[in-house]
């Protein structure tokens, strides 16, 4: 059973960068599509945006110019990077997986983590 | 980009009734890649729905899905204690593939 769990401050100051972690355990990292995703308060979920196994990565728009997502294959882990964050920022962010099956496309989330709420105040 | 709207807002209910939910995207969903999520407080959102009408595994029968190209519907047809929650729509045509605004069905 595929496992997630994010870590990281549950407080950030405003203009500073936002760091999480999602340690994954119960499966290989390899192959598979790493996400995060956010929900503010009272609002839908945002996907930030993905890092393949190879690296490779994909962001929305929304956030380009000041996110970064990594992945350590030797630890089962992938991380996020949030700068210059503002209090738009608070959210509860998860970590997730999803796949893409080449002839079948992409595949939905299955596997979420439980979420961590990040406050961005002074 | 394809842009997903749910309706309505908040579904109002008594357990037992039936629950009707509606998500329509902007543009045609190749392989109506379209899944529905239920979502409480406190937990990560879980996957009921794939491919417009497949259950995941473990998920009741009283779900189901339906639907194609742009308008899908997700029904609970008997609502229990436990379904009372936030539902989500989301396609998986495109990467970083978007979600509806949700729908709230909460107890009458």
């Known amino acids: 059973q595929v496992q997630l769990q994010e870590s990281g401050p549950g407080l950030v100051k405003p203009s500073e960068t936002l760091s999480l972690t999602c340690a994954v355990s119960g499966d290989s990292m390899r192959g598979f599509y790493w996400s995060w995703i956010r929900q503010p308060p009272g609002k839908g979920l945002e996907w930030i945006g993905y890092i393949y196994s190879s690296g490779g990565t994909n962001y929305n728009s929304s956030f380009k110019s000041r996110v970064n997502i990594s992945i350590s294959m030797s630890k089962n882990q992938f991380s996020l990077k949030l700068n210059s964050v503002t209090a738009a920022d608070t959210a509860l962010y998860y970590c997730?997986?999803?796949?893409?099956?080449?002839?079948?496309?992409?595949?939905?989330?299955?596997?979420w983590g439980q979420g961590i709420l990040v406050t961005v105040s002074s | 980009e394809i842009v997903l709207t749910q309706s309505p807002g908040t579904l109002s209910l008594s357990p037992g009734e039936r629950a009707t939910l509606s998500c329509r995207a902007s543009q045609t969903l190749s392989r109506n890649s379209l899944a529905w999520y239920q979502h409480k407080p406190g937990q990560a959102p879980r996957l009921l729905i794939y491919g417009a009408s497949s259950r995941a595994i473990g998920i009741p029968d009283r779900f189901s899905g339906s639907g194609s190209g742009t308008d899908f519907t997700l029904t609970i047809s008997r609502l229990e204690p436990e379904d009372f929650a936030v539902y989500y729509c989301?396609?998986?045509?495109?990467?970083?593939?978007?979600f509806g605004p949700g729908t709230k069905v909460d107890i009458k």
């Open positions: 989301q396609q998986y045509d495109t990467s970083l593939g978007g």
């Open positions: 997730a997986r999803h796949e893409y099956i080449i002839g079948s496309g992409w595949r939905p989330v299955e596997y």
